[in-house]
């Protein structure tokens, strides 16, 4: 399935003081006519390039089912129309309404009100005019004579568009059950909450981790030329999981429930099988105990796609024999020689000072794996927590460092070589500010992100960044880009070797009811947002980096929209939640 971008243009009404003009010219990718937000996760070297979705426009509803769950006789206080919603007519507000509500109860994997799941993110693989679906294992749906739209999927990197890898969940069934009562209950459900994927030319199929239990856990973030895709997978989980799954086939412990959701309602810790952490993959910085043992991991394939070999690798150190943590190793990224990067926990736990408060959590610290084995890079007395993110093929590594030079913890970007042992800790965009770096190319630049404005102590905005190794300093995106530029870069995600980048960027543009028609007030007026785009930067060649000028009367107003333009506790929580499924291109 493809979708074309919309004809009409989106603009952002903010302005930059200083912004520079014929560097890189901006194209918003052409999934704006799918959602108002969408994510950049990847672009390889032929130019095709992944992104994310959140919450799409007219997503389908089964309105016979809606009726048949009790959906609408649950919500039909919030409809401006029951009769209307009952004949599958929809107002925008009510559309938005159900879709809203269905979306809230498709944040499991399971529930028990037997409401329509929905996917709230889905993956696309572009170019700049065309954009088409990576379904991981979402299914036809005859209801709807199109994908069923329930199956959210992590689509991550893409080796020339025809091999893709990500992270994908089971399809949804619906399962009728009569409790002991005799009462009628429909639960949604699927069998995989997370799995690892290849999708070649169209076909899924899946990458598994070592124990299968629960349908077993797995990631997949990158591949590199040689077919070699490197992720994350269970190999083994935690006492109290293998408890609940017992517990769940007795019938007198499960009690009036059905196995099969009792199976997907486990959500448990280390010490209890009663309290909701999960049966999930950890992520770094994760202050929740896990209940699997997660290693690093490395599937070879063939050209099919299909598995010959899997490699997962140790923890950084060995832990005493009766300490029963969920340590992990963590893999992001790999060359092609088969390098690995990512990240390992290790056995200490700190009370940590972050811009948000104080913080208690497992530290972790930057690896690489290669040859069956996990080695350290950074020095650890000079870093709190580290992790490496990116690697190329002349084993530069770059990432973050935590440190806390002045008692609040930010991170810090490193870049550092695997053969020399030469690290650079190239600083933000002001003194002090958090900066990640998140790609590097074989032309051994680095793009990623850093905070922006110094004024403030928390919430700080971002703007993605350049830095070429062997510069005194990096590169703001936007002063790269023409003055008139409606987009601001916040954060730099990938980049190829012909230094095409793909990042994301914020600008101003109408508010949109889930049919994607415009919000007007009540004063006729359209509603304006700000809201994040994926969006592919390129160089321009023989470009010129220019200063723009900016009248004397407009100054205090750009000041000021600058000002008002920085992101909300909301943007940072949604972009930080998208942190583990970040990536770069090697």
């Known amino acids: 399935m493809k979708l074309t971008q919309l004809a009409a243009a989106m603009a952002l009404t903010s302005a930059s003081i ?78 938005t309404t159900i879709v809203n509500t269905l979306l809230t109860h498709s944040g499991n994997a399971f529930n028990a009100y037997g409401y329509q799941h929905l996917a709230i993110y889905r993956s696309y693989l572009t ?61 949604v459900l699927n069998d995989i909450e997370e799995t690892a994927f290849v999708s070649v030319n169209g076909v899924t199929k899946l990458l598994p981790g070592e124990d299968d239990t629960l349908g077993g856990l797995s ?23 293998d408890t609940a799954v017992e517990n769940c086939e007795d019938d007198e412990t499960r009690g009036d429930l059905p196995i099969e959701y009792c199976y997907r309602s486990i959500r448990v810790d280390a010490t209890s099988d009663t309290v909701g952490y999960g049966f999930r993959i950890p992520e770094i910085g994760d202050r929740t105990t896990p209940g699997a043992y997660v290693r690093a991991t490395i599937w070879q394939l063939d050209a099919d796609g299909d598995v010959i070999s899997t490699d997962t690798y140790p923890l950084v150190f060995e832990p005493d024999a009766d300490d029963e943590a969920a340590y992990w ?61 990116a690697i190329n093929n002349e084993n530069w590594v770059t990432g973050y460092v935590l440190r806390a030079p002045n008692d609040t913890a930010r991170n810090r970007i490193f870049v550092h070589n695997l053969d020399t042992g030469e690290t650079l800790y190239p600083g933000g965009l002001f003194t002090n500010a958090g900066a990640e770096g998140k790609a590097i190319n074989n032309n051994n630049i680095v793009v990623g992100l850093s905070e922006y404005d110094a004024t403030a102590d928390t919430n700080r905005e971002t703007h993605g960044f350049m830095y070429t190794i062997g510069d005194d300093a990096i590169v703001d995106l936007n ?51 700000d809201t994040i785009i994926a969006v592919k930067l390129s160089p321009v060649a023989n ?35 998208l942190i583990p499924f970040r990536r770069r291109m090697h």
């Open 479 to 529: 002063d790269l880009l023409p003055c008139d530029s409606d987009y601001t870069i916040v954060d730099a995600i990938d980049i190829n070797d012909n230094n095409e980048i793909i990042a994301n960027a914020r600008f101003r543009t109408a508010s949109r009811y889930v049919t994607g028609e415009e919000v007007i007030n009540s004063e006729g007026e359209t509603v304006i947002d």
């Open 127 to 187: 170019d700049t005019t065309d954009a088409e679906l990576v379904p991981g294992l979402d299914e036809y749906s005859e209801t709807f004579d199109d994908y069923a739209q329930e199956v959210v999927t992590f689509a991550r990197d893409s080796l020339n568009g025809d091999f893709i890898v990500g992270t994908t969940e089971g399809t949804y069934y619906n399962l009728n059950y009569e409790d002991e009562e005799g009462n009628e209950l429909i639960f």
């Open 329 to 389: 190793s963590l893999a992001r990224d790999i060359n092609d020689q088969g390098i690995a990067v990512g990240a390992s926990s290790v056995d200490e736990i700190l009370t940590i000072r972050r811009p948000t408060g104080f913080a208690y959590e497992r530290l972790n610290v930057a690896v690489s794996y290669a040859e069956g084995e996990t080695t350290e890079m950074l020095p650890r007395d000079e870093n709190i927590i580290s992790e490496a993110v």
């Open 18 to 95: 200083s912004a520079t003009a014929a560097t890189y010219s901006v194209t918003p990718l052409p999934v704006t006519d799918i959602s108002i937000n969408n994510f950049a996760q990847s672009i390889d070297d032929t130019g095709h390039m992944l992104t994310m979705t959140s919450s799409e426009f007219n997503p389908p509803v089964d309105v016979d089912f809606l009726e048949e769950s009790g959906f609408i006789d649950a919500n039909a206080v919030l409809f401006e129309s029951e009769e209307d919603v009952r004949q599958g007519i929809f107002s925008d507000s009510d559309y």
């Open 219 to 241: 990631q997949a973030f990158a591949i590199n030329n040689n077919l070699q895709v490197v992720g994350n997978s269970a190999i083994d989980f935690v006492d109290s999981i």
């Open 543 to 577: 470009g010129v980096v220019e200063e723009c000028e900016i009248p004397e009367d407009e100054i205090d107003d750009v000041a000021y929209e600058r000002k008002g333009a920085s992101f909300s506790p909301w943007w940072l929580l949604l972009l930080g939640g």
